[in-house]
């Protein structure tokens, strides 16, 4: 497979990989459901924004980010049944079932170690330690701009910590159980081993001081955005979002079977940082997953980094023994 050049890459010689917009399946059927899989994305953004920018303190609390964000998802879920991207990731009862524990797994216990060791347990330590001035003057900026700065500062930190997962050994073994998903739909971002689901949460936000409607409102641009990336449904992406954002088909490209297209848009909600830093591919892949598509059981997942590091240390081990200036001499 010849693959097409993208700057110094070739993408697509291992496996296929769809590279440029304008080589990317549309929409079929009549105008009025082109014109709805056209604005659905901007339509449901903006609404959510609205909300939460406008809606009485009663309703603008953690309860109410918790319900939108199930029945949006509920949503998602009804509308890859009518407008799959790919009848390949149709969702079954098995894969319903597998990802169900995963969502479970980060609601209950993720949840509960990330008190006592998140990301705000750490920025708490750091500042009581050196007794550090939180940036109080943020919560003097228009909330709009605190809620994108939440957005962009989380979002630079995920990026780097994605990227170092593909590029150093250690932290690959932790993120390798999420590239053996062999589909996307609307829960698979929870799919991975629990230590790399930790990690990838991270962020130096805490830093600085938010009100908290802008981190509500930062957390739909996630919702409202990165929900997108591990979903089945064909969607006609206005030009802009796709240039600000991470798509579907970005985040297949990611997923796919080919080794240099995997090593792209590592972003969450923006992909404005890999274009920055030249990693991002335009395109869409429908085969994904590692080892040909091998499906990995939840069993593996749970140990793998564990099991892996252990062969690896063990067989590095091995060859230094078995070096020539290793040889006892009888």
């Known amino acids: 497979m010849a693959g ?5 890459r070739i993408i697509g010689a291992d496996a296929p990989v769809t590279v440029g ?3 990317i399946p549309k929409v079929e059927g009549g105008p009025v459901k082109r014109f709805i899989f056209t604005y ?4 449901v953004l903006f609404s959510l924004i609205a909300f939460w920018y406008y809606a009485p303190n009663s309703l603008a609390v953690a309860t109410t980010a918790i319900i939108i964000g199930i029945s949006f998802r509920v949503l998602l879920i009804g509308i890859e049944l009518i407008n799959p991207r790919h009848k390949s990731w149709q969702l079954t009862w ?3 079932c597998t990802d169900l524990f995963y969502v479970g797994l980060g609601y209950t216990v993720l949840r509960m170690v990330d008190v006592y060791i998140g990301d705000g347990a750490i920025i708490g330590a750091i500042q009581g330690a050196y007794d550090w001035d939180k940036f ?3 919560t003097g900026l228009p909330l709009l701009v605190q809620a994108l700065m939440i957005s962009l500062i989380f979002d630079f930190g995920q990026y780097w910590m994605h990227r170092g ?3 150093w050994y250690p932290l690959w073994l932790t993120h390798a159980p999420h590239h053996y998903i062999t589909q996307l739909n609307i829960n698979k971002g929870a799919v991975g081993n629990p230590v790399e689901l ?3 949460g991270l962020g130096i936000g805490g830093f600085f001081d938010f009100l908290p409607r802008a981190a509500l409102l930062a957390g739909t641009l996630g919702l409202a955005i990165g929900t997108y990336q591990h979903i089945n449904v064909r969607f006609n992406t206005p030009k802009w979002w796709r240039f600000l954002f991470n798509t579907t088909e970005h985040h297949s490209v990611h997923h796919s079977q080919d080794f240099e297209a995997s090593r792209s848009n590592y972003g969450s909600t923006w992909i404005i940082f890999d274009r920055l830093f030249g990693t991002c591919i335009d395109g869409e892949a429908e ?6 598509g091998r499906r990995m059981q939840i069993s593996e997942t749970m140990v793998y980094p564990f099991t892996e590091g252990y062969k690896t240390t063990k067989e590095w081990v091995q060859r230094r023994l078995r070096r020539p200036g290793n040889a006892q001499t009888a």
């Open 4 to 8: 097409v050049r993208v700057g110094n």
């Open 21 to 23: 917009w304008e080589n």
């Open 40 to 43: 659905f994305q901007p339509f």
């Open 94 to 96: 098995k894969e319903l």
């Open 136 to 138: 109080s003057w943020f």
């Open 165 to 167: 997962m593909h590029n």
């Open 198 to 200: 930790f990690l990838i």
């Open 287 to 292: 085969k994904l997953g590692m080892e040909g």
